[in-house]
């Protein structure tokens, strides 16, 4: 079975499609805030989550794009292994960061009243 050039830009585009969607919906995305009661001097955590989150979006995105270019032969395979192993610790911190959340929120759930 042989890869044709239909094919790979067909996939090419494909890729680039999927990027543009999922950015704009990160981009709508947002974390509802209540409003605090008295000022606080640095962000809140749902900032921080969502700034993390974003970050390891954007980390996979550029992985992606990476591998794209790869493919049309613009990009060396070191840039590739990189951005996907930058991609893969970003998600694996979200994964723990999420893992820790759902324990304490377990954890008081547990709670007497």
């Not at 094919?7 to 509802?32: C, G, H, W």
């Not at 993390?52 to 591998?67: I, M, Q």
């Not at 930058?86 to 304490?104: F, G, H, K, P, Y």
């Amino acid at each position: 079975m042989s890869i044709t050039n239909a094919n790979v830009s067909s996939a090419m585009s494909a890729y680039n499609n999927a990027l543009k969607v999922a950015d704009r919906i990160l981009s709508q995305t947002s974390i509802a805030q209540p409003e605090p009661q008295k000022p606080i001097a640095g962000p809140s955590f749902s900032d921080l989550v969502g700034g993390a989150l974003k970050n390891a979006a954007a980390s996979g995105y550029k992985s992606e794009a990476t591998s794209t270019r790869a493919l049309a032969g613009k990009a060396d395979i070191t840039d590739v292994v990189t951005a996907v192993s930058n991609a893969e610790i970003a998600l694996n911190t979200v994964v723990a960061v999420r893992d820790r959340v759902i324990s304490a929120y377990q954890d008081i759930i547990k709670m007497p009243i």
